[in-house]
């Protein structure tokens, strides 16, 4: 039976538990866009990362979806938004560097380099070539051999034209000196199921999309793309180790918001997601559902990482002579 003074406690936090609602509803609602349909990666961690902050905000948090070309819809939509803290974007690096090495601002509705504040990093994930175990091959100088013992099998699926995987997978058959050709789908579920069935025998994605599979023993890794390997496939050996570095890293999640947000937004939302990636519950949801990493960094340093993705991928870009479908 509850004492006067456990009870006291109680009601007590009771009423500061209603007043901190109360407080929260208060306060404007803060909209996280997404340019891609629910259920996806990008919608996944930001409806989670909503969850987290409505908490550490003390104000609602909703996810809107603006799905359509490549994630383009939302960061117009961010763009066009008044710079007041209550409009922000979750969306790959790939949504804003690729995007901007394929088409021309007149297309694209924006300048990723002056329309947006970079805010905050939030997780990083691996890229990965894979291969049906069919192959027999189990390492990337095993599937280059195959490659060349097999020239007319060397098509490559990925999530879609022009993109990171897309061009790191050009950027191995250039350095392997074996022919490789893109195919395109909508999406890495589609790719993976082709996979396993054969239709196609190779595929450049999320390395996270095939692990299933390749615990299943229908498909294997041939290597990630990154300087070093992902603490979620530790015994898979980089491209870069194994001898064919094509500059590629891992993929990455991002916040950004309007162009000139305030300072004093900017750096009560990175406050906010920091504290929320450093929380263990959230870093193992994550890893053990999302697939990926925390990797908190600020907006200076997104800033650095865009800049350099764009040196680098945009002569390879232009060397492969791509002209995206308008």
Partial sequence: MMNRKTFTAAMAAALLS???GAQAQDKPTIRILVGFPPGGASDSLARLMADKLREELQQPVIVENRPGVGGRIAAQAVKAAAPNGLT?????????T???LTYPVSTLGYDMTTDFTSVAQLTSYPMAMVVHNSLGVKNAKEFAAWLKANPAKGNFGTAGQGGDTHFNGLQFAKIAGVPMQVVPYRGNGPLATDL????????NMLAGDAL???????LNYVGVYASKRSPLLPDVPTMAEQGFDTGGSDGWMAVWGPAKLPKAELERMQAAIKKTLADPAVQDTLMTKFLQVADYRTGTEVDKQLQ???AHW???IKASGFTPAP
């Fill in 308 to 310: 350099a993705e764009l």
């Fill in 314 to 316: 945009g002569p390879v």
């Fill in 88 to 96: 922000y974007m979750v969306a790959p690096n790939a949504t804003l």
């Fill in 212 to 218: 299933q599979h390749v615990k299943a023993g229908k």
């Fill in 18 to 20: 209603l007043g901190l």
């Fill in 98 to 100: 690729f995007q901007h």
């Fill in 196 to 203: 396993l069935g054969g239709q196609i025998l190779i595929g």
